[in-house]
């Protein structure tokens, strides 16, 4: 008994090791030795792009999510290589941004070649858009990696509009997250806006309706349907935050709860017990003073999914273009 117990003491000291050597690959101001300018160039390129276009820091956003997901945090949706492209997968539709991050590591190779890596730019830039739509400043991890490994097929657990609810706690906690950090992450729909593509089926063919999504509010399914026509364009847009879409705030928590949701997978966080509990509690009358806090929760999480499987170390690289392998 007593040399199990010394075993089994040994086995979680190293496994602690082995963790926080991990974790101690990625830090708060890797770069200000090696390529002191490296964020303040990334800040200054996707501040440039949303002068030009006002969706970049949605699209920074989505961009780092969606690389996250797959493979960790590796600049794996950057490459493009042909039909095998990870970033053309279904579950990637509509992302973009990819031209942001190819112009910041031009300027950033022409100042310190190899050393900053695509994966840390995606971060970075996300970043920053949070703090250009008037969201929290934060500090961001980096040290990472590029991947070595970018296929269309590793896409197919990204979170969909149309999963349930139990669907998507489990896509998270495959990640390593948790419930609040399902909710926190979709209040990233808090800026940007969405494509009709991804409304027809909430408006038009509901499996449980046969017509519009019941949980729709009443007030709001006219200006649903007026944005997003049966035979209307399937590429059209409109914002995911009603009334605050250009604003990084909590107030699409609150349009979740009045069922003013955009987004099928938004409106199903009042579908559990759990994740709407988490909506709520933002919305307590002692929650300005002893409730949680949206914006610290939403830096919490991003810091957590920016850890996702990140290559460190002999197991990725620095690549000298980001939509391409060396």
């Known amino acids: 008994m007593i040399k199990m117990r010394i075993m ?11 963790i926080g050597f991990t974790e101690a690959q990625l830090e708060v101001g890797f770069y200000n030795k090696v390529c002191p300018a490296a964020e303040t ?20 956003l989505r961009l780092h999510f969606h690389d996250c997901f797959v493979e960790g945090c590796d600049g794996s949706i950057l490459i493009d290589n042909g039909n095998n492209s990870e970033r053309i997968a279904n579950g990637h539709q509509g992302v973009r941004g990819y ?11 022409s100042m310190c070649p190899g050393v900053v890596s695509c994966a840390d730019i995606v971060a970075m830039a996300a970043r920053d858009a949070v703090a250009l739509s ?35 706690k489990q896509k998270f906690i495959e990640k390593g997250l948790n419930d609040r950090d399902l909710v926190i992450l979709s209040a990233a729909h808090t800026i ?9 089926t909430r408006l038009y063919d509901f499996a449980s309706s046969e017509g519009p999504d019941p949980s729709i509010n009443p007030s709001f399914l006219p200006e649903l349907t007026s944005a997003c026509p049966k035979e209307g364009n399937p590429n059209d847009r409109l914002p995911m935050d009603h009334g605050s879409g250009d604003i990084f705030d909590k107030q699409i928590f609150q349009n979740i709860r009045s069922g003013f949701a955009v987004l099928q997978s938004d409106a199903k966080l009042m579908d559990d017990p759990t994740t709407k509990g988490i909506v709520d509690s933002y919305f307590g009358l002692l929650s300005p003073l ?18 996702i499987g990140v290559k460190t170390g002999s197991s990725g690289d620095i690549r000298r273009v980001c939509k391409a392998f060396n």
């Open 192 to 200: 940007g806006t969405t494509a009709c593509f991804f409304m027809t």
């Open 41 to 60: 160039v990334v800040a200054n390129v996707v501040k440039d792009a949303t002068k030009s276009d006002s969706q970049t820091p949605a699209a920074m």
């Open 8 to 18: 089994m003491l040994v086995m979680i000291i190293v496994f602690k090791f082995f």
């Open 134 to 168: 008037h969201g929290p400043v934060y500090q961001v991890e980096t040290g990472r990696k590029d991947g070595l490994v970018s296929r269309m097929e590793l896409a197919g657990r990204m979170p969909d509009v149309q999963d349930s609810i139990q669907i998507l």
């Open 99 to 109: 031209d942001v991050i190819e112009n910041a590591k031009a300027q950033l190779e």
């Open 290 to 307: 002893i409730g949680p806090s949206f914006e610290g929760d939403f830096v919490k999480s991003m810091v957590r999914m920016g850890r």
